[in-house]
């Protein structure tokens, strides 16, 4: 075998990077799968209510936004587009989502709502301004005739909990706008209103860490989508094309997105969008496209070899490209169940030292509808990689000199039975990612586990220069 195991059980790999030319593999785009169903949402609020009753909450309440949306649309299958949105659940019986005026007919995307078993109700100030906003009842009234009295505890669900050391009171500290977690703290006192989010995005044991079947057959479309968009991208770049014309190319066709698509070109910083700048020979460039469940990132040169790029970046295959290729080898070579989060960090972070490299991030991270879940990759994280995990390939590195390189894609975790679930339930999807798996091993020269699906029709593929984008890293 070409993977050796240290006495730190970080794997070495005995190849060298080199550059090729190959035809880039076609796995195709499978239809959309089915909105979530009425079953799966019915069993994710019993979770939600189990965990309620474990940690004493008499009720929950789970926020959304246009950018906060994830627990929410998790639970309910609401994404409030315009407006703020809130569900009130008890312990018993149909929970209450309140909306603004402009949600009121977005409300039947949920089943729940269809089924007769969530109640929707009209609260006109989550409206946007100089809307009608006098015809509804006081968020304190409807909170009281939810049941909320001085005797309950309420758990609080945003998009970020905190931890210990981070603030003075962190189980306290609650990421929801300030006038509905006054209107709870109003009844029910200070101390009964706790951060809930860890329950949702914890890596250890948060609900959206681990993806059903269902929900990874969404994130496969989702991501063999998202690398189209980039592989039409790469294909279609031209020398002096605007970054608008090069932006076009992705084809985006109204998916939702995760995260504002970024474009940036020469000495632009990293996140930004377009500014109607040419792109220039001899200049780096970095982009993505994020829908729902996926980001797919590339970044290097727009050049055709490294003739083309200055002087003293002529080695940028050598001196980074090339060892981020190798090392991102050594991190899907570990990449199994019951690995630890930590080995992954110590790999990145021995192969690629941060005074070259720059890599200050995880080494990686979980994703779902929000573009960035939460990680069990950190240093001296000792949290397993477990069934059901879908990451995002996501180290990043940078330098002023050689700019950056990537092969940002979304994988998942699984074990024998979650890969049966999605073999009967989608063998299309399994049958793609399958596919994947054995184009990293076969022509890329990766080492990557049976636990490990690819979810990217770009898989790992890291072309340095952007106008040969046939030229790839491989390993011999």
């Given at each position: 075998?070409?993977?050796?195991e240290?006495s ?11 550059v090729?030319e ?5 796995f195709g785009v ?6 979530v ?7 994710r609020?019993?979770m939600?209510r189990t965990?309620m009753?474990?940690?004493g909450?008499s ?7 246009r950018?906060h ?20 659940l ?5 929970p209450?989502m309140?909306?603004g ?11 729940l709502?269809?089924?007769g ?29 939810e049941?909320?009295t001085e ?5 609080s ?5 905190f931890?210990e ?18 209107a709870a703290?109003?009844i029910v006192g200070?101390t ?5 989010n ?6 250890a044991?948060?609900?959206r860490t681990?993806?059903?079947?269902s929900e990874?057959?969404?994130?496969e479309y ?15 770049l ?10 076009a190319l992705?084809q ?9 698509p970024?474009?940036a ?5 990293g ?6 700048r040419?792109?220039?020979?001899g ?5 993505n496209?994020?829908y ?5 990132c ?9 003739d083309?790029?200055?002087?003293e ?6 001196a980074f490209a ?11 070579s570990?990449l199994k ?7 992954f ?8 030292p941060f005074?070259?490299f ?5 080494a990686?991270?979980?994703i779902?509808?929000?573009e960035w879940?939460s990680?069990p ?7 397993p ?9 996501d ?11 990537r ?14 679930q ?5 063998p299309?999807c ?5 596919a ?6 076969n022509?890329?020269g990766?080492?990557v586990?049976d ?8 898989p790992?593929?890291?072309p340095?220069?952007?106008?040969a984008p046939n030229?790839?890293?491989v390993?011999?």
């Amino acid at each position: 075998r070409s993977v050796k195991e240290t006495s730190m059980n970080k794997p070495l790999i005995d190849k060298t990077v080199q550059v090729e030319e190959i035809s880039w593999p076609e796995f195709g785009v499978g239809e959309r799968p089915a909105m979530v169903s009425l079953e799966e949402l019915q069993s994710r609020l019993q979770m939600i209510r189990t965990a309620m009753k474990s940690k004493g909450f008499s009720h929950m309440v789970i926020y959304g936004d246009r950018e906060h949306f994830a627990n929410l649309t998790w639970a309910t299958n609401i994404d409030p587009r315009f407006e703020e949105a809130l569900l009130i659940l008890r312990g018993h019986g149909a929970p209450l989502m309140l909306v603004g005026n402009e949600c009121q007919g977005y409300l039947p995307f949920s089943p729940l709502y269809n089924a007769g078993e969530m109640r929707g109700e009209t609260y006109q100030s989550f409206s946007l301004l100089s809307q009608p906003r006098d015809n509804s009842r006081r968020l304190k009234d409807i909170f009281i005739d939810e049941g909320m009295t001085e005797q309950s505890k309420v758990g609080s669900v945003g998009w970020k909990y905190f931890i210990e050391g981070e603030e003075d009171d962190h189980q306290h500290t609650i990421d929801l706008p300030s006038f509905i977690t006054d209107a709870a703290r109003a009844i029910v006192g200070f101390t009964n209103v706790i951060n809930a989010n860890d329950l949702f995005m914890d890596p250890a044991y948060g609900f959206r860490t681990s993806a059903s079947a269902s929900e990874i057959a969404y994130f496969e479309y989702s991501n063999a989508k998202s690398s189209e968009g980039v592989r039409k991208m790469l294909f279609g770049l031209k020398e002096d094309m605007t970054d608008h014309q090069f932006s076009a190319l992705s084809q985006w066709d109204g998916e939702p997105l995760g995260c504002h698509p970024t474009l940036a070109s020469g000495d632009l910083p990293g996140l930004s969008s377009p500014q109607g700048r040419t792109l220039k020979l001899g200049e780096v460039l970095s982009f993505n496209l994020c829908y729902w469940g996926s980001n797919i990132c590339r970044a290097g040169w727009v050049a055709r070899s490294s003739d083309d790029l200055p002087r003293e970046a002529q080695d940028y295959i050598k001196a980074f490209a090339g060892p981020y290729f190798k090392a991102m080898a050594q991190w899907f070579s570990a990449l199994k169940i019951g690995a630890k989060g930590g080995l992954f960090h110590d790999i990145i972070h021995d192969q690629l030292p941060f005074d070259q490299f720059g890599i200050f991030l995880n080494a990686g991270h979980l994703i779902h509808l929000d573009e960035w879940v939460s990680s069990p990759i950190y240093k001296g994280s000792d949290l397993p990689i477990r069934s059901g995990m879908v990451f995002q390939v996501d180290v990043i590195p940078s330098s002023s000199l050689y700019g950056s390189t990537r092969m940002e894609d979304g994988i998942f975790i699984a074990d024998d039975k979650l890969q049966n679930q999605l073999k009967e339930k989608y063998p299309d999807c399994y049958a793609r990612c399958l596919a994947r798996r054995e184009f990293m091993r076969n022509t890329l020269g990766f080492e990557v586990s049976d636990d490990v699906l690819p979810m990217s029709n770009i898989p790992a593929i890291v072309p340095p220069w952007f106008l040969a984008p046939n030229k790839v890293l491989v390993l011999r």
